[in-house]
């Protein structure tokens, strides 16, 4: 009886703890949901005003006052230089998601699917954010992505769908 009463206590500890970081994945993932769809706006407001972003393409990190916004410009130059089109970043369940109320760590398996020079193309990787909960809700404090260079193998496996 006694082991039953710990590990219920154990169980709701947990389920209360575990709601910020739900709060948190939902934020990413309504965030990559808007991006995906073209809502560059919403993307923006989705992180602090000095987020921190680190990609792989130069130059390789963004910081301080707009950061999101030069990422995005960015974004569009490399894309053109590139010859990429229709970007799309799929996400499956997050392999870490975790807050203490303030802050949260969430790491999602991503496929980044795009085509090049007319090529479909997909690359498998990760993103992992930072958030901090502010009055307005959780907003993006920093995110990484890293995955190999995108290849046709990827797409080929089904992993990317049909391009928009």
Known sequence: MLKS???????????????????????????????????????????????????????????????VQRWLDDYGKDSTARKISDGHMAYGRPSQAGSDGSSAYVVLPTTYCMTQAGVRKGAEGHMTFILTRTDAGWKIASWAYAAPQPTTAVAKAGKCGKAK
């Not at 500890?13 to 934020?27: I, M």
């Open 5 to 67: 009463l710990a590990l219920a206590a154990l169980l709701a500890g947990t389920g209360a703890a575990a709601a910020p970081a739900d709060e948190a994945l939902k934020a990413v993932t309504t965030v990559l949901d808007k991006f995906n769809a073209g809502d560059v706006q919403a993307f923006i407001d989705a992180h602090a005003a000095d987020a921190v972003i680190l990609d792989e393409f130069a130059p390789y990190q963004w910081s301080g006052q707009g950061s």
